[in-house]
């Protein structure tokens, strides 16, 4: 079966640091994506990884080790646009390009 | 300005009617998706075409249907088949095994 979990909600403050995990369990794999998505707004794009390791974009960092199934999406020097749930997506490639998505972390950001 | 439009924004039906949503992308994407999205709840696949005149059922197709006729638009019916169609409805699409691009979405509430 396909499973995909998440932390449902966590908290931080502005400046710090937060790590939001995924684990997941899937027939296969071809990537795992990770999404920002505001309140009553469509999902964006953060990123995208297909190979073990780390690979960062500014203040936004994501790893992947697939032996383990599991991810992280790394966020540093947190604002409280930050305040978002961040959806973590695997491709299991069954599906064509169609992604499984978990249900999400709750991620609010106090000053 | 190339993107996706999903109109309208919010939606209203009584039960036993069936409803259209749209969908039309400018990016040149071939491959387009449904999710549906409930409150506290990730993403779930509805339909994904990853070619024009042809399509492929998701996790949960019992009570849509959909139409690929053109490679820009995707429209999605929801059908008094479908027990619960009150959700919020996201239609993406993406070029190959990139990322997927979202649109803005359309509430959807059947009374």
């Known amino acids: 079966g396909q499973n995909i979990d998440q932390p449902t909600e966590m908290t931080a403050t502005e400046g710090a640091i937060v790590q939001i995990n995924c684990t997941y369990q899937t027939s296969g794999f071809n990537g795992l994506f990770w999404y920002q998505q505001h309140a009553g707004e469509a999902p964006t794009f953060l990123s995208y990884n297909v190979l073990d390791g780390l690979e960062e974009k500014g203040r936004f960092s994501s790893f992947l080790s697939r032996s383990k199934g599991y991810s992280y999406l790394l966020l540093k020097e947190l604002q409280m646009k930050d305040s978002a749930s961040y959806l973590c997506?695997?491709?299991?490639?069954?599906?064509?390009?169609?992604?499984?998505f978990g249900k999400g972390t709750t991620l609010s950001v106090s000053s | 300005d190339g993107g996706i439009t999903q109109s309208p924004k919010y939606l209203f039906r009584k039960e036993g009617q069936n409803v259209t949503l749209s969908c039309e992308q400018n990016?040149?994407?071939?491959?387009m998706y449904w999710y549906r999205q409930d409150p506290g709840q990730g993403l779930r696949l509805i339909y994904y075409?990853?070619?024009?005149?042809?399509?492929q059922k998701g996790d949960i197709a019992e009570g849509y249907s959909v139409s690929r006729e053109k490679k820009e638009s995707f429209p999605l019916t929801v059908t008094s088949a479908q027990k619960n169609p009150t959700a919020f409805y996201l239609c993406?699409?993406?070029?190959?095994?990139?990322?997927?691009?979202f649109g803005p979405g359309t509430r959807l509430t059947v009374t």
């Open positions: 997506a695997v491709r299991d490639g069954q599906a064509g390009t169609a992604l499984i």
């Open positions: 075409s990853q070619i024009v005149n042809d399509f």
């Open positions: 993406a699409s993406s070029s190959g095994a990139h990322e997927q691009y």
């Open positions: 990016l040149n994407h071939d491959a």
